[in-house]
């Protein structure tokens, strides 16, 4: 399945493992979703992760974000034609749009109005991941 990660909830992930955002992010890690991105996505990645007030290691940073770049998919956005209420978060509505993912996961729904999604379906890490269960809660095991 393809989603874009919204920064807020990698970083959530990472310091709160054990919560939905965690969750999301072994998924990602693991490879059982693939992430949509672009130079602008993994930039603002690397730049927040490396913010000493984290205190991520750099090489724990680097090889989380090379798995993504490796296992993920690299778009080619186009802008969009309405502003969001946060014009930094338009790249990731972009990115969604262009890599044909099926969801945006983001702690911060609110960024997103229903009316500028452009039909994306926009969800915070723990209606993704009921979405997730309800959408492979059907599949059969091969």
């Known amino acids: 399945m393809r ?3 919204d920064t807020n909830v990698l970083v959530s992930g990472l310091l ?4 939905a955002p965690g969750h ?3 998924m990602v890690s693991s490879g059982v979703l693939t992430v949509c991105y672009d130079a602008r996505v993994i930039q603002e990645y690397r730049a927040v992760l490396l ?3 984290f205190s991520f290691e750099k090489q724990d940073v680097d090889a989380l974000l090379d798995q993504v770049e490796a296992s993920g ?3 080619a956005p186009e ?5 969001l209420p946060d014009p930094d978060d338009a790249v990731f509505l972009e990115v969604a749009l262009a890599g044909g993912a099926e969801c945006l996961v ?4 609110r960024h997103y109005p229903a009316r500028r999604r452009h039909g994306m379906l926009v969800l915070p890490p ?3 991941l009921e979405f997730y269960r309800g959408r492979t809660s059907g599949e059969v095991s091969r």
Do not use: D, E, Q, W
């Open 126 to 128: 723990a209606g993704f």
């Open 73 to 75: 998919m690299l778009t």
């Open 106 to 109: 983001t702690g911060n729904i």
């Open 79 to 83: 802008p969009l034609p309405k502003n």
């Open 24 to 26: 999301v992010v072994r």
């Open 16 to 19: 709160s493992p054990f919560g």
């Open 51 to 53: 913010r000493r007030k």
């Open 3 to 5: 989603i874009v990660l």
